[in-house]
């Protein structure tokens, strides 16, 4: 007989330890998993989303490029839509974020009849030029953001939102 048997108290104690492990795993794996999905998710950061603005139909007068796109913040998904001011500069596409760097209304081209060449905010005057430098003397500090920006097909693609490049 070997002196290494297990007492009833021992074989309860491991059975226990299992079994209550077991079920400590059970219930903590699908927490875990909950809480870093976001993380285990592919992203498209760096996507191009595709507008249905033709580029031969734009000229070097900015217009209003109106898209939408699936926004995923942690376990929620909503349909984002935006806009962006979009003109030919010679052979290359320019787009402009049309939020104010002052407070962030939205700007129009040529709004302000005393200055149709520019960008103007309605909501304290702020003005800027077509290449989106702001107008000293008027509330924006900054220049309009630019997005990137390609030609898929014939048509605009907007990337991500840059800090402008061609002031
Ligand atoms: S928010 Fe545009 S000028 Fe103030």
């Keep these: 007989m070997s002196n290494n048997r297990v007492s009833r108290r021992q074989f309860l104690g491991y059975t226990l330890t299992g079994v209550g492990g077991f079920m400590a795993a059970g219930m903590l794996m699908p927490m875990v998993r909950f809480a870093v999905d976001p993380i285990l998710q592919q992203h498209d950061a760096g996507?191009?989303?595709?507008?249905?603005?033709?580029?031969?139909?734009?000229?070097?007068?900015?217009?209003?490029?109106?898209?939408?796109?699936?926004?995923?913040?942690?376990?929620?998904?909503?349909?984002?839509?935006s806009s962006a001011w979009v003109y030919k500069e010679g052979d290359k596409l320019v787009a402009l974020s049309p939020v104010c760097k002052h407070l962030g209304c939205t700007v129009n081209w040529a709004a302000d009849p005393e200055h149709p060449t520019q960008f103007f905010c309605p909501?304290?005057?702020?003005?800027?030029?077509?290449?989106?430098?702001?107008v000293a003397g008027t509330p924006p500090l900054g220049p309009l953001d630019e997005f990137e920006v390609e030609e898929r097909d014939g048509f605009v693609a907007l990337g991500a939102v840059k800090a402008n490049t061609i002031v």
């Design 47 to 81: 996507d191009f989303i595709l507008t249905d603005t033709a580029v031969a139909d734009l000229s070097e007068e900015p217009v209003r490029v109106d898209f939408a796109y699936e926004q995923v913040d942690a376990w929620y998904t909503s349909e984002v839509t």
């Design 123 to 134: 909501c304290h005057a702020g003005r800027y030029e077509k290449n989106g430098q702001n």
